[in-house]
């Protein structure tokens, strides 16, 4: 019996022409397949790319003994990728906030600003958490007393009140323009207070606000959220400046796409650069590598179990799925350890990969890059009881969790910059007492342990993201099904009235009725 194939549906008789039809459609999908993942995932493949040739060409380079002055011109390239990103992220910030706080309403800002805030403190608790117990686990600082790294020291002086001052400072700046480039920091000078009964001049240490360089994105986060608000509130009056910002935040992503296709080639080299950079990694890994490890094991743990399942636990979703979208904006803050400089790629693979709601992405994630930092959370808590360690210095329940509640509140005001936290660090070791002379060991690794504390800082900030999209998406489909329900139960009521009205009007068929109801056996009979 002949052999019969379908073609479009219809059966056809098997023969060689009909295979010859067949098969080059077959492998011309698998070649359509091939292009279209190659055309989504171009950008992801080439960043991947970028940074593995940058080991190979920093391993290269580092060969030939470069002098300072040529390592700087090899990491130009590099360097000019930071200044791009870093260049979009003022216009983004504001633009991404006004737009995003005027586009929600103002009950649904405050419930998903404090299921943000929730999530945020939980989230970099459980890290802190996460930090300390590895530390009294792993024990890095025992059997490291005798480090001689020939390292400059970093000092500190702070005072844990005055840093946590500094921060609510901040949150207001007094000049909105000079928040741009600038923040308000507390110093301290020696004031002349009177003489003691040997006519020694007694001298008394007073604050003194100075400003420091550095933009203020908490000042620019809170202004940006308010006047979003308050546009809302203008109504009509406010829309024609509400349609301004969103056009300056639609021109600034269009910038951001384009600065994506630099990032591979940018990436390449800073990657290659820090490679050619570093001094005696072997004395370092062996004198510091128990620290290193459980900084690493950390970040592993709270990035690839505790948030994912935290993000199944709300949505009931495969967290790696969604993940899998953003390996572009992980692979940038791998290279550049600066939450702010991946905010910009970050908010374009939420939105176009993940199909996350612009409105939620573009007000959260400029919060998260600047209040939400669970990476550096657990590598402070560690590095605290490490300099503990180091010094012999026995921490009781109070001090653990004074370091605890430290980190949580103080990784809020933490620079989203490279090293940012070690300035943190500082603020924990004082709140409990510790000298502040070995952050220079934690400098010494900054580069090594910042990288993977920056991927899980920009993770948290993207499942929080997803988690309200989530949250979000469920709260429309419960006001459409009510708003149904509302409408349903409308029309029932218009077709009883309509019923009545018949009734009452149409003698004849209320006549009909009643008769049909008497002779129910005669019905019967005639059926």
């Known amino acids: 019996m002949e052999e019969k194939s379908e073609i479009n549906g219809h059966a056809m008789p098997d023969s060689a022409s009909t295979g010859r039809i067949v098969e080059p459609s077959a492998r011309r999908s698998c070649g359509d397949k091939l292009k279209e993942f190659l055309r989504k995932n171009l950008l992801v493949i080439m960043t991947v790319s970028g940074v593995l040739v940058g080991v190979g060409l920093g391993m290269l380079v580092r060969s030939m003994d470069l002098t300072k002055a040529q390592m700087a011109h090899f990491a130009f390239p590099g360097e000019m990728l930071l200044r791009m990103l870093k260049m979009i992220i003022l216009p983004l910030v504001v633009c991404s906030l006004v737009s995003g706080a005027a586009s929600l309403d103002t009950r649904s800002l405050g419930k998903l600003g404090g299921i943000a805030v929730a999530y945020f403190l939980v989230t970099t608790l459980i890290a802190s958490s996460i930090g300390v117990a590895l530390a009294f686990i792993i024990k890095p600082g025992v059997g490291a007393g005798s480090l001689s790294l020939g390292l400059e020291t970093v000092s500190s002086n702070k005072e844990t009140a005055d840093s946590f001052l500094d921060l609510a400072r901040n949150l207001f700046p007094a000049n909105l323009v000079a928040a741009a480039f600038r923040s308000y920091a507390t110093e301290y000078k020696m004031v002349a207070a009177g003489n003691d009964a040997n006519g020694t001049t007694l001298y008394q240490k007073v604050p003194v606000g100075t400003e420091t360089d550095g933009m203020n ?54 990657v290659g650069s820090k490679i050619v950079e570093m001094e005696d990694v072997v004395l370092l890994v062996t004198s510091l590598g128990k620290y290193i490890f459980a900084s690493i094991l950390g970040h592993v743990i709270h990035g690839g179990i505790v948030l994912p399942l935290i993000y199944f636990g709300f949505t009931r979703k495969n967290p790696f799925t969604f993940l899998s979208g ?75 969790f004074t370091i605890l509640v430290t980190a949580t509140a103080s990784s809020v005001g933490a620079a989203g910059i490279p090293a940012g936290g070690i300035i943190t660090i500082a603020i924990i070791l004082e709140a409990i007492g510790l000298p502040t002379k070995d952050l220079s060991l934690m400098l010494a690794v900054d580069w090594i342990v910042d990288r993977t504390t920056t991927v899980v800082n920009v993770e948290g900030d993207a499942l929080g993201a997803g988690i309200l999209h989530h949250i979000n998406q469920q709260e429309m489909k419960k006001q459409q099904e009510q708003q149904q329900d509302k409408e349903l139960s409308e029309v029932r009521v218009e077709a009883v009235a309509n019923v009545q009205a018949e009734e009452e009007t149409s003698p004849l068929v209320m006549h009909q009725t009643k008769a049909s109801a008497a002779m129910p056996e005669a019905i019967e009979s005639v059926l």
């Open 217 to 270: 994105i908490l000042g620019l986060v809170l202004f940006a959220m308010v006047f979003g608000v308050a546009l809302r509130k203008l109504g009509e009056e406010g829309e024609e400046l509400i349609r301004f910002f969103n056009a300056f935040n639609e021109a600034t992503m269009v910038l951001v796409s384009w600065i994506m296709w630099y990032i591979p080639f940018g990436i390449m080299f800073l």
């Open 326 to 400: 953003l390996i572009t904006p992980f692979t940038t803050a791998f290279a550049t350890c600066s939450s702010s400089a991946t905010l910009p790629s970050m908010i374009k693979c939420v939105e176009e990969n993940n199909g996350v709601d612009k409105r939620i992405s573009r007000f959260i994630l400029p919060i998260g890059a600047t209040v939400n930092m669970d990476g550096a959370a657990i590598f402070q808590c560690i590095a605290a009881v490490f300099i503990a360690q180091l010094n012999n210095f026995e921490l009781n329940a109070g001090q653990i």
